[in-house]
């Protein structure tokens, strides 16, 4: 008999193992392996645990939106939906198609405040005309973009750029509006006959919009985006968002792509990096200059820079003579930084005030914040990494890789015995397994009432648990997958 270590909230509990049996975990190894060779990988499974279960619990089918984020943050989310559907190595341009059906329904075109907020959605129908091949989304896409060239982009301030609101006593020109209209535009360059436009319509006003704003002086010497220019139409200083640094780069590379070389991904490169070590913690995690008490619109920015730059990542040509491939190389290592974190610390215990949302504000932890936005950005991170095929270093790991979404079963459905316990991290859940020589696999369930379960899958017996878990029978002696319940997944102790 031994005992280890089990973290449990609050406390530190003691999990006594009877009856080890070493060559049990050698047999688990071995499915793990055959499973990675079929199944879906460990970032696929938690994204599409992730996903599924913000659509499941927060998506009002009435409304068409994610009422517990922002109206823009939903335009932000669906085109985080396309990009992940197309990311999937097991991809069906229709997986998200009911959604952006619905949603297409029951909102305008132009339904907000704001120039950025209409844009977020704009650049959201062209993402998911693209995966879906649905004319409709393309031509909703166009009627934003005239909207915003025809009462946002004026000249009077500052000589150009898109207004950030239609506020005639107080024309306040921002980078981010003027860089989601950019990549608009250069993305829809490729479209332009389709949507009777001349065959330059497009990659003009990117052009217009790009020169503008490299001139403008919103990016300061350290190639950081400040938030906009002041009454003199200069740099204002103000903060430097995270997502400033991020909604031009996939348009820049865009706009060498279609007007050959005019510098702008030299630029973008530039502002990327500053931006992985500027605006990141000492472990490395992206950071938000508002830190721990970032309000609910500044809680999704890290996630729109980390998808924006894996679709820049995505996007960018090899080969060509430039930075470019070191460039990448460097980015990708950042990227994985953030999910290695992300999934290690950033998990949460309970939610219950914004109901299913699995992970916290701070990619490097401890969770402190939870709501639809900051789990809406760390399934923004997720796409990104699956986007360029990133998997997260397993090496040094807390959280086992995902086998599979739901309860952890055998081959023909049955579960092991098990230990669970409510309202732990994943980490801790994790690091409760680990710590056990006969536990095989874990279950982290987080129900749409925010509610956390962890589940051990053990070899133990009825007095095994710690004190304050709970022990439940089962009949299985191994697991295999989970049971594709989207809320849950099952993670196997690692080969
Ligand atoms: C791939 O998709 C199909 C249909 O959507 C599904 O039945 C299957 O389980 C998926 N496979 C993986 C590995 O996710
Ligand atoms: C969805 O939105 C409608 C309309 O605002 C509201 O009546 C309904 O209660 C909402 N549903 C949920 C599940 O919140
Ligand atoms: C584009 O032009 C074609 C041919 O002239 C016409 O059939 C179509 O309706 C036009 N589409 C739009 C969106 O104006
Ligand atoms: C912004 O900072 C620069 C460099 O420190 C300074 O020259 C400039 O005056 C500042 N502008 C404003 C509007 O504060
Ligand atoms: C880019 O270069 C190609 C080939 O060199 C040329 O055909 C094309 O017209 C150029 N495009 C622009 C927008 O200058
Ligand atoms: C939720 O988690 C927080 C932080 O860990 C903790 O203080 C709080 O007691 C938990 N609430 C419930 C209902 O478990
Ligand atoms: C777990 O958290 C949920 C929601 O936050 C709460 O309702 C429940 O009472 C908590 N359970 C325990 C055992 O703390």
Not at 53 to 64: D, H, W
Not at 187 to 204: E, F, G, W
Not at 306 to 326: C, T, V
Not at 398 to 413: E, H, K, N, Q, R
Request: glycine share 8%; proline share 3%.
């Amino acid at each position: 008999m031994r005992s280890t270590r089990w973290a449990s909230p609050g406390a530190i509990a003691t999990f006594l193992c009877v009856g080890m049996v070493a060559h049990v975990v050698v047999g688990v190894a071995g499915v793990n392996r055959a499973q990675a060779e079929t199944g879906a990988s460990d970032l696929e499974v938690r994204a599409v645990n992730l996903a599924d279960g913000l659509i499941q619990c927060q998506y009002n089918t009435s409304q068409g939106i994610f009422p517990t984020e922002d109206l823009w943050q939903s335009g932000n989310t669906l085109d985080t939906l396309a990009a992940l559907s197309l990311a999937l190595r097991n991809h069906s341009r229709d997986r998200y198609g009911d959604i952006f059906a619905n949603t297409f329904a029951r909102t305008a075109a132009v339904l907000d405040k704001c120039f950025d907020d209409h844009q977020w959605w704009l650049n959201a129908w062209i993402r998911i005309y693209e995966v879906t091949g649905h004319r409709t989304y393309l031509d909703r896409a166009a009627i934003i973009h005239d909207y915003v060239v025809a009462h946002g982009w004026e000249t009077d301030t500052c000589g150009g750029g898109v207004l950030w609101c239609p506020a005639p006593t107080n024309p306040y020109k921002n980078a981010i509006t003027t860089e989601l209209f950019i990549t608009a535009s250069a993305r829809l360059q490729p479209y332009a006959a389709l949507v009777n436009r001349s065959s330059t319509y497009y990659l003009d006003w990117a052009l217009n919009a790009w020169r503008w704003f490299v001139q403008s002086g919103m990016i300061d010497a350290n190639h950081l985006v400040n938030d906009g220019l002041d009454g003199n139409c200069q740099n204002n200083n103000g903060t430097t968002w995270t997502y400033n640094q991020g909604c031009f780069l996939d348009g820049a590379v865009y706009i060498d792509r279609f007007a050959n070389s005019t510098g702008a991904t030299a630029v973008a490169r530039a502002v990327a990096m500053a931006a992985s070590t500027n605006l990141a913690s000492a472990a490395g995690a992206l950071t938000e200059p508002c830190g721990a008490s970032c309000d609910g619109d500044q809680q999704i920015f890290k996630g729109v820079f980390a998808r924006r730059l894996g679709y820049m990542l995505d996007a960018l040509p090899l080969d060509d003579g430039s930075d470019n491939e070191a460039f990448r190389a460097t980015m990708q290592l950042f990227l994985q930084r953030n999910v290695n974190l992300l999934l290690d610390r950033a998990s949460c215990s309970n939610s219950s005030d914004n109901g299913f949302a699995p992970y916290g504000l701070a990619w490097d932890g401890p969770c402190t914040v939870a709501t639809m936005a900051t789990s809406s950005a760390a399934l923004d991170l997720l796409t990104a990494l699956l986007a360029n095929g990133i998997e997260p270093d397993a090496a040094g790991r807390v959280t086992w890789p995902a086998l599979g979404l739901g309860i952890c079963v055998d081959a023909s459905g049955a579960t092991m015995p098990s230990c669970s316990i409510d309202n732990v991290t994943e980490a801790d859940c994790g690091q409760a397994a680990a710590a056990d020589p006969l536990a095989v696999a874990y279950e982290y369930h987080t129900s749409c009432a925010g509610k956390t379960t962890c589940v051990v899958r053990t070899k133990g017996t009825a007095n095994s648990c710690p004190h304050g878990w709970s022990f439940k029978q089962g009949s299985a002696s191994s697991v295999s997958r989970g049971d594709g319940s989207p809320l849950a997944i099952c993670a196997l102790r690692p080969a």
